[in-house]
């Protein structure tokens, strides 16, 4: 996972804090925004888990510090759940100029409550995803009980949530309890997941029930049996990540693409953008790029990385048949290699070379019960693996275009 750093601004001019997490070794096919919940901020575990999950499925996610929390700027106090939802709409403006249409919007605990208000605002929304979040915003009141009597008759007080202070004011309480929200589930037009666990202590499980109920389909349910509200356990946020990132399938799709074949040993594919590069041989898939200094995405090694690793491989490979045949005590080889264009006069071993030439550095370790005289014997063979004497003798390459291109 990549993550970038973002800020943007909210209805206020305020400054919010984010991060963009994006997939390792291609662009997103779609992003999204995650909520955080009541009084947690971006860097929650859970949050960060879910989203890795969502972009090694190709989805780019944007998570972020709602006003007053996190490294976001503004005051705590003065938010209220209408403030949540348009620091959504301002995060999904945002995306949509500089990145791309927001099409997911996922949320946590009150933070799911919010995304299926923001819904109705972002036009481009087609799935939502709600998890541990209650039925209706007001079920936050529980939060502040102890204080709701003073925050009523002096229209402020401090309030202890999970250990820390928050002011809270009047305008956060009338706010919460002046809302229909089973009005707003019932009108919901983006396909809805809903995700709880029966053992949420904070946000029982009978909230996902009236959710679900007053949802018009498509909807789904997911049960994290077992997990506490803040999924504090990785395993299930990661669970919950891969449940929504294979639901999300269904109402966003990938882009289908030409699938990448041939007849031949490997087969490689450049599109007219970057240098982002499919390379297929036999059952194995990955990705060729070049470093960002030079126009590429760094999303995969470089063709001289691969030249090398080949090397590589077929060097610790050959010393390994070589150690096995004579029953040496190899348990281990790691090469390490570096590819140079240098000049050929720093090389004073190579004759009448001029300019520069291709330089291999190859460094080799041995673990093993190995005398001296056995290491040095596995440096010979070393120079005699396949690929080195490939790369050493004479190579013919015949290159012409493929019939019917």
């Given at each position: 996972?990549?993550?970038?750093?973002?800020?943007?601004?909210?209805?206020?001019?305020?400054?919010?804090?984010?991060?963009?997490?994006?997939?390792?070794?291609?662009?997103?096919?779609?992003?999204?925004?995650?909520?955080?919940?009541?009084?947690?901020?971006?860097?929650?575990?859970?949050?960060?888990?879910?989203?890795?999950?969502?972009?090694?499925?190709g989805i780019g996610v944007l998570r972020f510090d709602f006003t007053g929390l996190g490294q976001s700027e503004g005051e705590f106090a003065d938010t209220n759940f209408a403030s949540n939802v348009e620091d959504l709409v301002a995060a999904a403006d945002f995306m949509a100029k500089e990145f791309g249409k927001v099409e997911l919007l996922v949320?946590?605990?009150?933070?799911?409550?919010?995304?299926?208000?923001?819904?109705?605002?972002?036009?481009?929304?087609?799935?939502?995803?709600?998890?541990?979040?209650?039925?209706?915003?007001?079920?936050?009141?529980?939060?502040?009980?102890?204080?709701?009597?003073?925050?009523?008759?002096?229209?402020?007080?401090?309030?202890?949530?999970?250990?820390?202070?928050?002011?809270?004011?009047?305008?956060?309480?009338?706010?919460?309890?002046?809302?229909?929200?089973?009005?707003?589930?019932?009108?919901?037009?983006?396909?809805?997941?809903?995700?709880?666990?029966?053992?949420?202590?904070?946000?029982?499980?009978?909230?996902?029930?009236?959710?679900?109920?007053?949802?018009?389909?498509?909807?789904?349910?997911?049960?994290?049996?077992?997990?506490?509200?803040?999924?504090?356990?990785?395993?299930?946020?990661?669970?919950?990540?891969?449940?929504?990132?294979?639901?999300?399938?269904?109402?966003?799709?990938?882009?289908?693409?030409?699938?990448?074949?041939?007849?031949?040993?490997?087969?490689?594919?450049?599109?007219?953008?970057?240098?982002?590069?499919?390379?297929?041989?036999?059952?194995?898939?990955?990705?060729?790029?070049?470093?960002?200094?030079?126009?590429?995405?760094?999303?995969?090694?470089?063709?001289?990385?691969?030249?090398?690793?080949?090397?590589?491989?077929?060097?610790?490979?050959?010393?390994?048949?070589?150690?096995?045949?004579?029953?040496?005590?190899?348990?281990?080889?790691?090469?390490?290699?570096?590819?140079?264009?240098?000049?050929?006069?720093?090389?004073?071993?190579?004759?009448?070379?001029?300019?520069?030439?291709?330089?291999?550095?190859?460094?080799?370790?041995?673990?093993?019960?190995?005398?001296?005289?056995?290491?040095?014997?596995?440096?010979?063979?070393?120079?005699?693996?396949?690929?080195?004497?490939?790369?050493?003798?004479?190579?013919?390459?015949?290159?012409?275009?493929?019939?019917?291109?």
């Open positions: 996972m990549r993550t970038q750093k973002q800020t943007f601004s909210n209805s206020e001019g305020q400054r919010l804090s984010g991060r963009l997490d994006l997939p390792a070794d291609q662009h997103p096919f779609t992003y999204a925004i995650f909520a955080h919940c009541f009084t947690c901020n971006k860097n929650l575990t859970a949050v960060r888990n879910i989203s890795r999950a969502l972009t090694q499925n949320g946590h605990s009150l933070g799911g409550t919010a995304v299926l208000l923001a819904n109705s605002k972002i036009d481009s929304i087609k799935a939502v995803v709600m998890i541990g979040s209650p039925s209706e915003p007001a079920h936050v009141q529980h939060l502040i009980a102890p204080k709701k009597e003073e925050i009523e008759e002096k229209g402020v007080a401090e309030v202890n949530i999970g250990g820390r202070p928050f002011t809270i004011k009047k305008q956060f309480l009338e706010d919460i309890q002046n809302r229909n929200f089973e009005e707003v589930i019932h009108g919901l037009e983006a396909a809805l997941l809903v995700l709880h666990s029966p053992q949420d202590l904070i946000v029982t499980i009978d909230n996902a029930a009236k959710i679900y109920k007053a949802a018009r389909h498509p909807k789904s349910f997911v049960s994290l049996d077992g997990a506490d509200h803040l999924m504090s356990d990785k395993e299930d946020s990661f669970y919950a990540g891969e449940m929504i990132a294979c639901w999300v399938g269904r109402y966003i799709p990938r882009p289908k693409e030409n699938p990448l074949t041939t007849k031949k040993q490997a087969v490689v594919r450049t599109g007219n953008v970057g240098f982002v590069t499919e390379v297929v041989t036999g059952n194995h898939r990955f990705i060729a790029d070049e470093p960002i200094e030079v126009g590429g995405n760094d999303f995969g090694p470089t063709p001289y990385d691969l030249l090398v690793s080949g090397l590589g491989a077929c060097t610790s490979m050959t010393l390994q048949m070589y150690a096995r045949r004579k029953k040496w005590d190899l348990k281990e080889v790691t090469v390490h290699l570096r590819h140079q264009k240098v000049h050929a006069k720093d090389l004073g071993h190579i004759e009448d070379a001029k300019g520069k030439i291709d330089y291999i550095e190859r460094c080799i370790e041995m673990e093993g019960d190995l005398n001296e005289e056995q290491k040095q014997r596995l440096l010979e063979i070393a120079d005699r693996c396949p690929v080195h004497r490939t790369l050493h003798g004479e190579i013919v390459v015949k290159t012409e275009l493929l019939k019917d291109s």
